[in-house]
């Protein structure tokens, strides 16, 4: 039976449909774009979106499993219509932020939190993959790098243990392989604790110049990050704030006991995406 990837050309989405084609399984890519689909050759390409339910049948005919990203609007219209598909499993990537008892109140959580329940109770068996900090976030600081070689942070300090979305796709490419989930739906991190500074001297290493840190307060890291919801920014800034404090990160076996070995540690993360901080 097919696999339906939702988000495939997504940062853990693309990881996903590779890992599938690797192991010789059918695959299925949704995009809303057809023009944009830039799949390897056996991937099988739908145009699909999760707000137009009328996209829905044809993308999820004969398919057993799928892979898709957390997103509360339009999850109830596609949870009534993989159960009229007869889809057996869906592997949400969701947040581990709906695990951590502080951040229970904030738009992050909230938003994650209302789609794994609206796909919970849809029929198909739901298995949530919830990693806590993307190493992938370290790409808002390409710009700034590539321009300036500056990355200006609040709190850099600030400790956690990012994943690479690598290792991310492979715990959902478990799920879809039937692993337990209460392994896979644990609180995932990455291995190491690192700084923001860290992150960055990392990254610098990777590009092979200095990057300098410029420490900013949370009045100029909110006129930054001025374009988001003010909910969210909060969010944001209170997880980062709570990095600064003696066990006010996470670092969990998540990852070593799903994938049997360690996570890629950061520094090959930045090696992996060093073009785009030059």
């Known amino acids: ?25 059918p695959v299925r890519a949704s995009v809303r774009d057809l023009a944009k ?10 145009q699909a979106d999760l707000t137009q339910p009328d996209t829905l ?18 999850a109830a219209d596609f949870g009534k219509a993989a159960l009229v598909a ?18 229970t109140a904030n738009p992050i959580t909230v938003e994650h939190r209302t ?3 609206l796909l919970a109770g849809s029929g198909p068996e ?9 190493a992938n976030n370290a790409r808002n600081w390409a710009s700034s790098i590539r321009s300036e070689r500056v990355v ?11 994943i690479h979305e690598r290792d991310i796709a492979e715990v959902a490419l478990a799920a879809l392989s039937g692993a337990d989930p209460r392994e896979v739906s644990a609180l995932l991190t990455g291995a190491e604790p690192l700084t923001l500074r860290d992150q960055v001297r990392l990254i610098a ?22 374009v988001g919801e003010p909910g969210t920014v909060e969010a944001i800034l209170d997880f980062v704030r709570r990095g600064t404090g003696e066990g006010g990160w996470f670092r969990t076996g998540t990852a070593e006991r799903v994938l049997g070995r360690s996570p890629v540690p950061f520094a090959a993360w930045a090696r992996d995406h060093v073009a785009e901080f030059r």
């Open 115 to 117: 789609t794994e329940e």
């Open 126 to 134: 739901l298995v949530p993959i919830r990693p806590l900090v993307l």
């Open 86 to 103: 007869g889809v057996r499993r869906l592997v949400l990537l969701s947040s581990g932020s709906v695990l951590v008892p502080w951040a």
């Open 57 to 74: 049948p044809a993308a999820l005919d004969g398919v057993d499993q799928v892979f898709l990203y957390a997103e509360p609007s339009g």
């Open 37 to 46: 689909a830039d799949f390897a050759p056996g991937v099988d390409v739908v």
């Open 1 to 25: 039976m097919t696999t339906l990837v939702i988000g495939a050309r997504g940062a853990v989405g693309r990881h996903v449909v590779d890992g599938l084609l690797a192991a010789g399984t």
């Open 205 to 226: 290493a990777a590009v092979g110049e200095p990057i300098a840190v410029e420490e900013i307060d949370e009045t100029r890291a909110r006129e930054m990050f001025g």
């Open 152 to 162: 200006r942070l609040v709190h850099p300090g600030s400790v956690s243990a990012p």
